[in-house]
């Protein structure tokens, strides 16, 4: 609470609603990973740039990013890509004892949903993210329910 009173402050990593980005910071690291596409592409985006200079937020910014909630809390091709993706980029980014840690956690919580479709659907994410298998994946097209 006390940075975002702040006027300004720096942070970690970002997501792409609202940022501007320093053209020289992003031919040092690259662009996007195109096989991420949907979720969590910018937040792994974001910590390869921490490395090349600061991330400012400035919490006086005013922007308008409308997502439904069932983006996140339904069993939909978006919520498939977000968690394979999460993942990934954290096998990408942190240690291999907060991945295993990340990995229990979020099929504990699938195990005790009571759909079966989120526990499939978790499953499904994990075992993608675990072996690296990015970009479409067949059985959760884009656009599809």
Known sequence: DRAYSS????????????????????AQVGLIDR???IWHDDTEHAIRLSQAGKIVCLPGAIVNHKVEDADYNQVTWKS????????????????????????????????RAR?????????????AGLRG????????RPGAG
Request: hydrophobic share 45%.
């Open 7 to 26: 006027r300004q402050f720096q942070c970690n990593d970002f997501s792409y609603v609202g940022v501007a980005m320093n053209a020289i910071h992003l």
């Open 133 to 140: 298998q990015l970009g479409i994946d067949p059985r959760y």
């Open 35 to 37: 096989r991420l596409f």
């Open 115 to 127: 759909d079966p479709r989120v526990r499939r659907l978790v499953w499904d994410a994990t075992l």
């Open 80 to 111: 498939f890509y977000g968690h394979r993706n999460f993942l990934h980029m954290l096998r990408r980014h942190h240690s291999r004892r907060y991945v295993v840690f990340k990995v229990l956690a979020n099929l504990w919580r699938a195990c």
